[in-house]
């Protein structure tokens, strides 16, 4: 088989994205023509890019696209210019002239990147049907990417043609293909039942294809089904496994997916599906914490106070606290207004914490509002306990809600409400209060059993 660009394309265009990389990456060493070693690092670039190959590359991928910059493709310009807010509206004029002028050529990338151009409203008027129009043309000649962006649009309300079923349709043939993405996203529709049956058994199959083959955000997801939230198979079996959630955040971590990163440092922290190991926690959450995050800090303080490193190492918990207030982590104003209430690494101020606590609540914590109504309701104050159990509730925490409920339920300066009291059971067992769950199952004659 000659090495051309069009057979490149077709390989592409067909998943064999191995095949066409290889030839991708030849052409860019033998062609003698600007022009197509240009195409050729562009799309080399969009494979890397888009981890069809395999894990994302961002080495490669960096190296292959500023090759095709350098040598003036616009497949290459398309993703430095439409996240460069400080392009002109003249050289962006220019780059989109080039781009048309290769998508006349019959490149399939060039069609889908205009389609984009218009569906996000990249330095032109956002028009979903314009974008439908672009995309299509590229879907049509078998470019994956451009399958899963049509399919995405069909989400659209706003798209004239928004047809979930069409959604699902199109993301199967991108699917088909190999794209890791469109997998992923076909697993979802499975999973919630958009424009298809809703099937777990097979969209949990889809997720693990793609986490297997290094796809990150497919990992986190699994480690959420299996240590969360469970499925059902399809023998109509609630599954339920730890130990496999651990083993995806295991490998989204070593990935370098920052949310499976958070998911193992929690797993090792509260030893799911695993030992607790706290130094393993710490080291973890210590990557997530260099990489900006402020709920690793939060999460570092937590341990620190907890004593998890020693009754010695407290105020250092303080400190992390602090720092991850001043980097924006709400729940690290929670934590430290519980460090005053109850005196942990710092001296008890409960007046202090109570204040750390209404500020929580009013940035629209749960757990915020859910502790204060817990100590409003230590201290008998009722009326307070109330109104901050409503906004717990409101917030979407589970444990607030139920406290809510047992006022109804108990006839607590409210009158007795059986059928409120259930309607927030239902909200709280469905944002995972497993005591919600009880109390509906046992019934409010048998409260004592689950309280």
């Not at 974008?131 to 995405?152: D, H, R, S, T, V």
């Not at 109804?408 to 944002?431: C, D, Q, R, T």
Request: aromatic residues 12%.
């Amino acid at each position: 088989m000659t090495d051309t660009l069009e057979e490149a394309h077709k390989l592409f265009c067909s998943g064999k994205f191995v095949e066409s990389l290889a030839m991708y990456n030849r052409i860019r060493k033998d062609s003698a023509d600007p022009k197509e070693k240009g195409i050729a690092a562009s799309m080399a670039m969009t494979i890397y890019k888009e981890g069809l190959t395999g894990p994302v590359n961002e080495k490669l991928m960096g190296d292959a696209g500023m090759e095709g910059m350098n040598l003036g493709c616009p497949l290459s310009r398309f993703y430095f210019y439409t996240s460069d807010k400080e392009v002109s509206d003249e050289e962006f004029t220019v780059f989109l002239a080039d781009l048309r002028s290769l998508a006349k050529e019959g490149n399939s990338q060039a069609l889908t990147q205009i389609g984009l151009i218009y569906a996000y409203g990249i330095h032109l008027k956002e028009d979903l049907e314009k974008a439908g129009n672009w995309l299509e043309k590229a879907a049509k000649m078998g470019n994956p990417i451009a399958m899963l962006q049509l399919a995405f649009l069909y989400l659209e309300p706003n798209f004239s043609k928004s047809d979930d079923h069409e959604a699902y349709l199109w993301t199967l043939k991108s699917a088909a293909t190999g794209y890791r993405d469109a997998e992923y996203q076909l697993a979802y529709f499975f999973w919630r039942g958009i424009g298809t049956d809703e099937n777990q058994d097979k969209a949990v199959f889809l997720f693990t294809k793609a986490a297997d083959a290094g796809h990150m955000e497919a990992c986190a997801t699994l480690f959420h089904i299996y240590a969360e939230l469970g499925y059902e198979d399809e023998n109509g079996k609630e599954v339920l496994d730890p130990e496999k959630g651990f083993l995806y955040a295991k490998k989204g971590a070593d990935l370098g997916d920052h949310e499976c990163i958070m998911a193992l440092a929690y797993c090792y922290y509260q030893g799911i599906g695993t030992e607790k190991d706290s130094e393993k926690a710490r080291e973890w959450y210590e990557k997530a914490w260099n990489q900006g995050d402020a709920m690793a800090g939060c999460a570092l303080g937590t341990m620190y106070v907890e004593g998890c490193f020693g009754d010695d190492h407290q105020k250092d918990g303080i400190s992390y606290l602090n720092q991850a207030i001043r980097e924006g982590s709400v729940d690290a104003i929670r934590e430290l207004g519980l460090c005053y209430v109850y005196g942990m690494g710092v001296e008890t101020d409960k007046d202090r914490g109570i204040s750390f606590l209404q500020e929580g609540t009013s940035e629209k914590d749960g757990g915020a509002a859910r502790e204060l109504g817990k100590i409003y309701l230590k201290d008998r104050k009722f009326e307070e306990s109330l109104e901050a159990f409503r906004k717990a509730d409101e917030f979407g925490d589970g444990e607030g809600g139920f406290y809510l409920a047992l006022f109804y339920i108990k006839g607590v300066i409210v009158p007795k409400n059986f059928k409120k009291a259930e309607e927030i059971l239902y909200k709280s067992a469905n944002n995972g209060y497993k005591w919600a769950k009880d109390l509906l199952d046992k019934g409010f004659s048998r409260i004592d059993e689950v309280m």
